[in-house]
């Protein structure tokens, strides 16, 4: 102010990351609801979850509230919820969501409590985790589904249930068609391809 005059104002704000808006918009494109849980003022977390497009906000939540926050979205809603935090305010939170993802440059007290770590501090490793994990879940049902036909067939097969027609299974075939079994299972589980997009 010069005699009683404003002549000058300095504003400052954190800037909203290009990498967020695209992880959001990808969340979106996926069908995952995305909130905000913040202790940040309401105003505040409003502007961001405008520029993110961010469909639901809880705003000026105190550290020991989030946690209890997470529980009525899970019971209200009846949905599973990821929590992505970096801090000591967000490790009850971590604990209680379905699955607490922690930021690799965040407190130890957060990478202790979260399921997952990120290395980095991009938020489009969230959206990548979703579909890697997605992708994981696929083989593994793939996996199970082959062993369990395989055994299905295959054991009954070495007990001699075709023995009265002349077909008897030595233990040497039997043991060669069970390795058998566990190569293609490792085969497949090597034939993983993920695409970050």
Not at 95 to 111: K, P
Not at 115 to 133: F, Q, R, T, W
Not at 139 to 144: F, T
Not at 161 to 188: E, Q
């Amino acid at each position: 102010m010069v005699e009683d005059e404003l002549v000058g104002m300095i504003a400052l704000a954190d800037m909203v990351r290009e990498t967020a808006q695209e992880a959001i918009a990808s969340l979106k494109d996926k069908g995952i609801h995305s909130v905000m849980l913040t202790g940040d003022n309401k105003k505040v977390a409003h502007w961001v979850a405008n520029q993110l497009d961010i469909d639901e906000v809880y705003a000026e939540v105190l550290p020991d509230k989030k946690a209890d926050q997470v529980k009525e979205i899970k019971s209200t809603k009846g949905w599973q919820v990821a929590m992505t935090g970096d801090g000591v305010n967000d490790a009850p939170a971590l604990a209680t969501a379905d699955l607490g993802i922690a930021i690799g440059a965040g407190t130890d007290v957060a990478m202790e409590t979260a399921d997952v770590v990120l290395v980095k501090s991009n938020p489009k490793d969230v959206v990548s985790l979703i579909g890697l994990s997605k992708q994981t879940y696929r083989k593994m049902i793939q996996n199970l589904w082959w062993a369990t036909g395989y055994n299905i067939f295959a054991i009954p097969l070495a007990a001699g249930v075709l023995a009265p027609l002349g077909i008897v299974l030595s233990p040497a075939v039997g043991a060669v068609l069970m390795s058998l079994s566990t190569v293609i299972v490792a085969i497949n589980a090597r034939m993983f391809t993920y695409d970050k997009q």
